[in-house]
């Protein structure tokens, strides 16, 4: 059954508003501030942000990307990252309709973009996406009664474990920290949503992903680009299509 269109714009507002507040989190969590105090303001003037200079992606193209008292220009992130929130809560319930998996699927995609900006801008993965994440995982997965928890717990178990066994052996193969606690913490979250076979195929695409951009980017730039980032990638692609890429890889491995 084709999803309502209104359930779609409201899905679409819903994840501009959620998308908003991502922001917040993306500027705020990594330097350990607080999320709801202060009000949103201008990081250079300081001065407040009215809330008709605060509508998701709209104010922004109305003030062209501008404060509107000192004509500070405002990061295109901020819009971005609105817009990109918008689309998968809208994708969410347009492949799953009014459903809770719909729910699911736009909550995991939020905190994979939170996750993914901030290791990209400040090399960490701040708690409260890892944790914080974990324990909405493992609420949401109680759609499926006792035996959807059960599979959650198992997921972000295999998750930590298998993450702590590639962190350790990076450790041993290289002499040093190939990977953070972070990443350890990301994939126990992870492991919730998309279930033990899905952390197995998240960290496969991860590592695949990773080579084919890290190694010529990191060679290029010399500088380092955050595994979680790829990881991020991997889980989304993960929660969508995790079924078909496991019957094509099962069915690639058996054999005509
Ligand atoms: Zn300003």
């Not at 084919?212 to 979680?228: D, E, S």
Request: aromatic share 10%; with cysteine.
């Amino acid at each position: 059954m084709p999803t309502e269109p209104y359930v779609l714009v409201v899905a679409g507002a819903l994840g501009a508003m959620v998308g908003s507040f991502l922001n917040v989190c993306i500027l705020r969590l990594p330097a350990d501030q607080s999320i709801l105090h202060p009000p949103s303001h201008c990081p250079r003037c300081r001065a407040p942000v009215s809330w008709h200079d605060n509508i998701p992606i709209v104010s922004w193209i109305v003030l062209r990307g501008k404060c509107r008292k000192c004509r500070e220009p405002i990061s295109l992130q901020y819009p971005l990252v609105e817009a990109v929130t918008a689309a998968m809560w809208l994708a969410a319930a347009w492949h799953y309709g009014l459903t809770l998996t719909a729910l699911t699927g736009a909550a995991f995609g939020t905190l994979l973009l939170g996750i993914a900006v901030t290791d990209a801008r400040h090399y960490m993965i701040p708690d409260e996406y890892t944790w914080g994440g974990l324990g909405v995982g493992l609420l949401l997965a109680l759609r499926g009664g006792v035996q959807g928890l059960i599979a959650a717990v198992v997921g972000a178990a295999v998750g930590f474990v298998s993450l702590y066994v590639v962190a350790w052996a990076g450790e041993k193969a290289f002499g040093r920290e190939a990977m953070g606690g972070g990443d350890i913490k990301m994939m126990t979250m992870v492991g919730a949503f998309v279930g033990w076979k899905g952390v197995l195929i998240t960290i496969f695409g991860g590592a695949l992903l990773g080579t084919l951009v890290f190694v010529p980017l990191t060679i290029k730039r010399k500088r380092l680009v955050p595994f979680g980032v790829f990881l991020a990638a991997a889980a989304a692609l993960t929660f969508v299509f995790g079924e078909q890429i496991l019957s094509w890889y099962l069915g690639f491995v058996r054999g005509p």
